[in-house]
Each structure stands twice: as C-alpha cells, then as structure tokens.
C-alpha cells in the first residue's frame, strides 16, 4: 500500500513518460507497476508497411484501439475491422487480437482490468464527427478546442473512455481548470505536434504551489491521478491530444464531463455540457 500511495504522487517521475511513439512493433508504455496510475493502461502498436502481424491476449483488460495514423486491419475471434485515422475498436476481455497493416500504421492501446464482459463493438470517427454530444467545440478564444468522444457513452464498456481534442493556435484546453479524481483517472497523449510544436502541461491540487508543470511535444504523455490539468499551446501552433480514461468503479463511475471546476474559476459552466446532450 505504502508503495502504491507513492507512485501516486504527481511528479515528473510517476506523471510523465516521454517520446512514446519512437518504437516500433506493440510497447506498453503506462502501467500502474510504473506510473501513478491505478487502472490504466496504454501503449502503441507501430508497424510499416507489410511488417508481420502483431497479436495478443486482452486477458482481464478490456481495450480500445484508436488508429493515430495510417490503416489497419484487426482481426479478434471470427471478426475483422478496418480502421483509418481516428476509428476506434472497443474489444473485451478474454479476446485474441491480431493487427496487421499494408501501409503503415500507428495504433494506440488503452485498457483497464474489468469484472465483466461487455460486447464487441467498432466506432467510426466519420459517424463522431456528424454527431453533436460526441463532438462539439467547446469553450471560446482563448480556451477554444474541437473535442470528439471517441469512446465514451455510444459504447458499452466498464472502465475506459477515450476521445481526442485539437486547440486553436496558442490556445489553454481543459479551461475551466477541473477535475474529476472522486470517478476517474486520465492520461493525455500529445498527437499532431510535429516539431516545433509543443505546449506546456499542468496537473496540480494546489493553484499557488503546482506539483507539475511541463513543456510537452509529440508522443510524451502525461499521467493525472488527480488534481486539475488545464494545458496550453506554444503561440504559432495547437496542443492536441488522445485523452485516456478509467472509472474507479466499473460502470458506476464511467461518466464524461462530470467534473469540479476549479473554485476560482466556477461560473456554472465545465465547456462540456454539450456532452450530456
């Protein structure tokens, strides 16, 4: 217990994991064993065009795949899918996973250990983009950004959600600061930043003595236990990210945009109301 409570603190060393999406094949990057996570997982799967297959087991965890770029075929139990950028697979426990690809493909894994089985299920971000509770711009200049919900409540699952965000140039996303320790835990994933992009990322409890504060670019990923986690862009360019989910409690607490808003910062609005349509 003692050394769980300490991979639990937020710092540098238990909160950010640099430069995930250098190797190829499948990399688990984020575990609880390594970071202050408790139930989520994520990795990628990078492969070239016409390199061999990678397979595996989701044994207890159920997982989401979200295909970042090129296209891939995954194939689990007698049943295949094509994913393009941004599609999404929801795939249960219990099940075996083959991911192959004719052009190249970068594929991130998320996943949490559940209790129950929940169904099969394919997301397509063309169908996301047509749909206004799962993706929607929220806030204005200067907290702009185009938010889509990727894997939230059009799916059946226990723990994970997963969407991905895009800011306006020079933009603050997560604005109002909030938080939503009590039901979840989060991971961003920082995409579509080449360089020189970057952005700086904060995850705090205390507004007047922040426990991180990080510059941010491509492929680094950021883990928030807790506390609130607004982020900002370089002026010139936008922080985007994958947003990586887990409830606490299977089901019960597997809800987007319920948040506390930074006391500060409360004037009755998250920006994510549009989500609870």
């Given at each position: ?79 295949s899918f094509n994913l393009n950028r941004y599609d ?84 603050w996303t997560s604005f109002p600061p909030h938080e ?98």
């Amino acid at each position: 217990m003692k050394e769980q409570a300490a991979l639990e603190n937020i710092n540098r060393e238990t909160c950010v994991v640099r430069a995930t999406h250098r190797e190829k094949g499948r990399n688990i990057s984020v575990t609880p064993k390594n970071t202050a996570t408790r139930h989520l997982h994520y990795g990628r799967i990078r492969l070239e065009a016409n390199d061999a297959p990678v397979s595996f087991e989701t044994a207890t965890h159920e997982t989401g795949l979200i295909c970042l770029n090129g296209a891939a075929k995954i194939v689990t139990g007698d049943t295949s899918f094509n994913l393009n950028r941004y599609d999404s697979l929801y795939v249960p426990r219990d099940s075996e996973v083959e991911v192959s690809t004719a052009t190249g493909c970068d594929i991130a894994e998320v996943s949490a250990e559940v209790a129950n089985l929940y169904p099969l299920q394919f997301v397509s971000f063309e169908e996301i983009r047509k749909n206004t509770a799962l993706h929607f711009t929220a806030g204005a200049p200067p907290t702009e950004r185009d938010l889509n919900i990727l894997l939230g409540k059009n799916i059946e699952a226990g723990r994970i959600m997963a969407g991905v965000t895009f800011s306006s140039d020079g933009n603050w996303t997560s604005f109002p600061p909030h938080e939503h320790a009590e039901m979840l835990e989060e991971i961003y994933l920082y995409i579509d930043m080449p360089a020189p992009q970057w952005g700086i990322q904060m995850v705090y409890t205390n507004p007047q003595d922040p426990e991180l504060v990080e510059v941010v670019r491509e492929g680094d990923v950021v883990v928030m236990p807790r506390g609130y986690h607004p982020n900002v862009a370089a002026p010139g360019g936008s922080i985007n990210f994958l947003w990586m989910m887990a409830a606490n409690r299977e089901v019960k607490d597997r809800q987007f945009g319920v948040v506390n808003v930074q006391p500060e910062y409360d004037t009755g609005t998250s920006g994510l109301e549009a989500s609870q349509k």
